[in-house]
């Protein structure tokens, strides 16, 4: 089982940035696609952004495109989320989420490892 660790979180106000990272023990890194999910107090966990193995692909959802980018350092074995434009809405546990193959999915069953969660509270 890989462990994730995830780390970047915080309370900031509207139209702040935040960057997220999961730092992951499993090696070789590329060989995994990444993903970042979110739960909202009271909802269910929702896909926000997935990139392949090597970085070419990535996936966002609607509600997060041109404000998030993911993006990834195999060498670091480091995934991060650079978010801006924060909103109230954002406010979530983050997880970063990986799976035994290169190919990325917005699918939340697919992934095989999740990290424990960075708090993100955006403030109106």
């Known amino acids: 089982q890989v462990q994730l660790v995830e780390s970047g979180g915080g309370l900031v106000q509207t139209g702040a940035s935040l960057r997220l990272s999961c730092l992951s023990s499993r090696r070789p890194f590329s060989s995994n696609a990444m993903a970042w999910f979110r739960q909202a107090p009271g909802k269910e966990r929702e896909f926000v952004a997935a990139v392949s193995g090597h970085g070419g692909m990535t996936y966002y959802a609607d509600s997060v495109k041109g404000r998030f980018t993911i993006s990834r350092d195999n060498a670091k074995a480091t995934v991060y989320l650079q978010m801006n434009s924060l909103k109230p809405e954002d406010t979530a546990v983050y997880y970063c989420?990986?799976?035994?193959?290169?190919?990325?999915?917005?699918?939340?069953?697919?992934?095989?490892?999740w990290g424990q969660g960075t708090q993100v509270t955006v403030s109106s």
């Open positions: 989420a990986a799976r035994r193959t290169v190919v990325a999915t917005t699918t939340e069953a697919l992934y095989d490892s």
